[in-house]
């Protein structure tokens, strides 16, 4: 385990092979979204003020932004990868329970426990439409891009050994 200390209820993960830095959420006593070096060094919390249930978490390689869903606020957010330039892309005016989430080019998939069903947001604009309603409950999703499968950096020892 690369990074198991001061953990509390970690819930989503996600990696950036180029920057070398992995980022994950808790939302334990102390909700928080923290990152650090593939190696577990240099570990930050990035987002820890007005933040619940940080659910899901996606990278967008392309605009450099981290986006993650809060089920206890009803909302997406954004900020840069080191936490900066924080902002609101949705914010539901209904109970909705999001939970899993994507990025794929200019739109936002996250699942939603409330009526089990996928969503697609705009992260220009937040404009929010149903994709579908699902059997079951959703839980994690994830979109294959080969376009976010490039880079291995320098501050990634474990996979840079790999090449």
Same mark, same amino acid.
């Given at each position: 385990?690369?990074?198991?200390?001061?953990?509390?209820?970690?819930?989503?993960?996600?990696?950036?092979?180029?920057?070398?830095?992995?980022?994950?959420?808790?939302?334990?006593?102390?909700?928080?979204?923290?990152?650090?070096?593939?190696?577990?060094?240099?570990?930050?919390?990035?987002?820890?003020?007005? $933040?619940?249930?940080?659910?899901?978490?996606?990278?967008?390689?392309?605009?450099?932004?981290?986006?993650?869903?809060?089920?206890?606020?009803?909302?997406?957010?954004?900020?840069?990868?080191?936490?900066?330039?924080?902002?609101?892309?949705?914010?539901?005016?209904?109970? $909705?329970?999001?939970?899993?989430?994507?990025?794929?080019?200019?739109?936002?998939?996250?699942?939603?426990?409330?009526?089990?069903?996928?969503?697609?947001?705009?992260?220009?604009?937040?404009?929010?439409?149903?994709?579908?309603?699902?059997?079951?409950?959703?839980?994690?999703?994830?979109?294959?891009?080969?376009?976010?499968?490039?880079?291995?950096?320098?501050?990634?020892?474990?996979?840079?050994?790999?090449?």
């Amino acid at each position: 385990m690369v990074v198991k200390d001061n953990l509390d209820k970690p819930r989503a993960i996600t990696l950036d092979p180029a920057g070398g830095y992995m980022y994950w959420t808790d939302w334990g006593a102390t909700p928080k979204i923290e990152r650090a070096f593939m190696s577990g060094r240099r570990r930050e919390t990035l987002i820890d003020t007005g $933040i619940t249930w940080p659910n899901g978490l996606t990278l967008d390689m392309v605009r450099r932004r981290l986006y993650w869903v809060d089920a206890a606020y009803n909302r997406i957010e954004t900020s840069l990868l080191d936490g900066t330039a924080r902002r609101v892309v949705m914010k539901a005016s209904s109970d $909705i329970h999001p939970f899993g989430l994507a990025v794929q080019g200019s739109h936002l998939y996250w699942s939603d426990w409330s009526d089990n069903s996928l969503y697609r947001t705009s992260v220009e604009n937040g404009v929010t439409t149903l994709v579908t309603y699902l059997n079951n409950r959703p839980f994690g999703i994830a979109v294959y891009n080969s376009s976010r499968q490039t880079g291995i950096s320098t501050n990634n020892k474990m996979l840079s050994t790999l090449k």
